[in-house]
Structure formats: C-alpha cells, structure tokens
C-alpha cells in the first residue's frame, strides 16, 4: 500500500516536471502530454469496469422509480463522495411508477398442413403500456408503416391487433438514424392503432440484430384516445408471425400484459461537484442517465456513461490537475420514460443563474469511441477543430455537428458548447433495451477508452473554453 502511493507520487512529480518542461516548447506540446497522461491513467489504473459490475450486478436495471433506482442513487452518492468531490448532493426530481408486473403471456396457434401449430413468442410490453384485466384475444392485422394503418381504416383494423412488423434501416450506416426511423412507431403506433379501433398492439423490436430478445422502450399514449396494451416482439418471433399468417391469416392471437402505472414519486439526480480554481463560477457539467430499463442490467445504456463520468473525475485529480472552471459530474435519473431528470437539472441550473462553459454526455454503449458529436455556434466549432490533432492518435476523429446527449439537451443556449461521446454504435442496438444489456456484452478496454476521450476533451474544454 505505502509503496504504492509512492508510486503514485513519483508518477505526479514526473507529470508536473514533464509540464513544466514542456510549457516552455509550446501549448500544444503539454496538451499532449497532458492526453497522454489521461490515458496511461485510464489505462493502467481505471475502475470504471469494476464499478460497472457493481451497478450491474448488485443493483440490477433500475427503472426511475423503483428500489432498485433508490439503490443505485445510493450507490452513485456513495461512490462520489469516495472519489473526493469537493461537494456531493442529491437533487429531488419527480419520476413516473410504471410496473411490468408478471411476465407477459403471449400465444398464437395456426393451421398448416392440416397440422395446428403453438407458439409461445418472445415479447415485452412497451415502457407505459397498459395492462388487461383478462387475456386479450384476436385476429391480427400486419403493417408495414403508421401511413399503411391510415389507409386500412376502421372497416379492416377494428377489434384486432395491429401488428406493425417493420424493422430498423439497414442501408443506414448510422444505426442511431436508423433507430430515430424506426421510433415513431414505438412512441405512437400504439395510439394511433386505437384511434382506428384495434384492441391491442405488437410492434417489431427497434434492433438490427436477427434474435430471440425483444427490446422495451418507452411509448406514448395520446390522453383523448383508449389505452391499448402494447408490446414488442423479437425480430425472430416477428418473422414467425409474419410466416404464420401467410400460411393462416385468420390466426388468432392471445396477450396478456400485467402492467400498472403508479402515482410519481420523488427521486434525484446524483451530483458531484469539482470547484474551479479560477472560474468557479462557470460550470462544465458532464454525466450519463442512472436509470435503465427493468429488463437485463443497463450495462451499455447507460451503466458505461455513468461510470466513465464517475472516472472522468477520478483520472483528472489522481494526475493532479487542478480544473480552472467548476466540474460537475451527474448522475441523471429518468432519461428514459419523460427525461425528467434532465429537464429538472436544466431548469434549477436557469433558476440558481448557473453559467455553463459546456456539457458532455456519454449515452451511445460502451463502445469504441470515435470522436464527439456536438451542438455548438461555428466559432465554438473552429476552436474545437484545433484540438482535433491532440485527439486523432486515439481514434478520435469523427467531430460530426449535430447531436449531444438527451440528458444535457434542456440545457442548451446560444452560449454553451454540448458534446455527446461518439462511439462504434453498429452493435448498440443488439443490446438496448433488451435483456441481453449486461455486463458481459461491454468490453473492458473499450469501456475505458470512451473514459479517457471523456476526461481528455473536458481537459481542453476547461484549459482552453470557447471565448
Ligand atoms: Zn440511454
């Protein structure tokens, strides 16, 4: 142990000489030694993977709302304040109760061959969605796209179950783009299926995999029209049931959600705050969302953005920079089911007159990260592309203009510089929402990689800013 903290101190004494060094060779020089010692610490000492597993698997999912939210609100406090924050609190948001229930009960039968044949097929019930006292069942109707519901009408749609069976864009290389396509479906499909009278709704799952694990989501009921249950389907049982009514369109299905919504309760956003040395009045706030989906573990989205802020933190002290603006790192509650969390943190910001330098969210997967998204003025940009040569030897050089992170979003204006880690999101949509969002499926290094590019960018941002 006391060897180690020599250790530790021999390696800040070399930093803090190799700065001084090499200030005299120019700015650029020490920003890059600055990055590198960013990342040899990330690299070598991070425990952003061991407090992944924690919140994985000691806490679970935790969808704002639940105990398991509670302890991972706990977990998250605990956790800042052992890092050395300068200041660590909890800020009250009010969060919807929605609950699963019991397991969905989904079945069909269809004839083929003279044969009848059950399946049992692989489903959720969509984030809100209600419930039904007794199984619903019916004849269902396939579609391809909200515009082919409008046009089948209340004559061909009413007393079934809509079926929208469309999958993400392949061709698209941005998978996020894709998933944005695929989202209204998920978000209205629901409600506009019952404004032409279907009794219930199965969509396919918003992924690009070709699997048996079906993807939850958030969906929103229009107020002036009848709650239908609603659910989504694996991409396999998806192509099943699509199969199964060519062979026997009339086949009739049977759905069984136990779901509940609850009255809103009070939970908080985590907070730690890092005072600046010269600018304290002036705050650079960066996080990820603490809530998941209560189904798998939220390891990609968005246990990684959460620890990797929490390492942000603990990487630019242990190599003993001093920050000139004031940093904050924040665990955002409900990003999923209304974005609470972000929108009341925004507005307490505006109220308390809190000046923003700059945001950055890590909200893609814990993937390979490639550079940062960002929504900035063009003078903001300019700087920024001055800081790309720092960057590029690690991958980082994708500065795509447009997009940040839900969480942050509410608080933009004409001033503030928002910035989303930009990762390899190709497999991002296997996982999200799904069950098969673990621990297992994120990648230590690649974890820890996003970490670094987080902690290097906030590096300059604080240094340099954007006046
Ligand atoms: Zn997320």
Partial sequence: MVLLCFKEMKKLA?????????????????????VAAVYNHVLTQSEAYEDLRFLCKKVGHRLAGSESAD???????????????????????????????????????????????????????????????????????????LEELAQLG?????????????????????TGAAYGGGYPIRGKGPSEAAKYGAVACLIRSLTLADDDYAHTGGTQYDENLPKIPAAALSAKASRELSSALKLDSLLKFRLHLHCQAMERRTQYNVIAEWRGSEHPETYITIGGHLDSWDIGEGAHDDGA?????????????????????????????????????????????????????????????????????????????????????????????????????VDIRPLQDNKIALFGLSVDTQRYFDYHHSGNDVFEQVNKRELELGAAAMASLIYLVDMYGFE
Wanted: with cysteine; net charge positive.
């Fill in 14 to 34: 070399f930093i803090l000489v190799l700065l001084t060094a090499l200030k005299s060779k120019g700015q650029s020089s020490a920003d890059s030694a600055m």
């Fill in 71 to 145: 302890q991972a609100i706990l977990w998250g406090e605990r956790t800042l304040k052992k890092i050395g924050a300068d200041k660590v609190f909890l800020m009250p948001v009010e969060v919807p109760q929605w609950r699963r229930g019991k397991a969905e009960e989904a079945s069909y039968r269809y004839r083929t061959d003279n044969m009848g044949l059950e399946c049992f097929p692989s489903l959720v019930a969509l984030g809100g969605s209600v419930g039904s006292t007794s199984a619903i069942e019916a004849q269902i109707i396939e579609v391809k796209s």
């Fill in 154 to 174: 209340r004559e061909k749609i009413a007393g079934k179950i809509v079926f929208f069976n469309k999958g993400l864009d392949p061709m698209l290389i941005n």
């Fill in 305 to 405: 953005g959460i620890v990797q802020s929490i390492q942000v933190l603990r990487t630019l002290k242990a190599i003993g920079y001093q920050p000139k603006c004031t940093i904050r790192i924040v665990l955002f509650i409900n990003e999923e089911f209304g974005n609470d969390g972000g929108e009341t943190y925004a507005k307490v910001c505006k109220e308390e007159g809190l000046v923003h330098r700059a945001a950055l969210e890590s909200d893609g997967g814990g993937f390979t990260p490639r550079g940062f998204m960002n929504e900035m003025s063009d003078a903001q940009f300019e700087r920024l592309m001055t800081w790309k040569p720092l960057l590029e030897p690690y991958g980082l050089h994708l500065f795509r203009r447009g997009g940040s992170g």
